[in-house]
Nanobody, 124 residues
Framework: QVQLVESGGGLVQAGGSLRLSCAAS????????MGWFRQAPGKEREFAAA????????NYADSVKGRFTISRDNAKNTVYLQMNSLKPEDTAVYYC?????????????????WGQGAQVTVSS
């Protein structure tokens, strides 16, 4: 079992920045592939970014590439999502997800564990 707790959401103006954090517990963090997904109001949950166990590989949705950066600190059992140049369309609940190894893929079904979500609201 893996427990995930997100933090760092909030309200920001368009063009601003936020950093989300996700603290993991319950399993050796360095063996876990981590991802961030998001769900906007009235829309399905979608992939945002993912990172491999050692951080060497990352994967981003086209909609966030160049603006968002995923990183991890295995010593702190934490994964981060730095979000810059935020747009109103980035408004969503952001979910941290984990799976026991494998490539940092976009498919939600491959992730076994999910956090409770953090609200990010970008005003225009």
């Amino acid at each position: 079992q893996v427990q995930l707790v997100e933090s760092g959401g909030g309200l920001v103006q368009a063009g601003g920045s936020l950093r989300l954090s996700c603290a993991a517990s319950g399993r050796t963090f360095s063996l876990i592939t981590m991802g961030w997904f998001r769900q906007a109001p009235g829309k399905e949950r979608e992939f945002a970014a993912a990172i491999s166990q050692n951080g060497a590989l990352t994967n981003y949705a086209d909609s966030v590439k160049g603006r968002f950066t995923i990183s991890r600190d295995n010593a702190k059992n934490t994964v981060y999502l730095q979000m810059n140049s935020l747009k109103p369309e980035d408004t969503a609940v952001y979910y941290c997800a984990a799976k026991p190894g494998g490539l940092p893929s976009k498919g939600q079904m491959s992730y076994n564990y999910w956090g409770q979500g953090a609200q990010v609201t970008v005003s225009s």
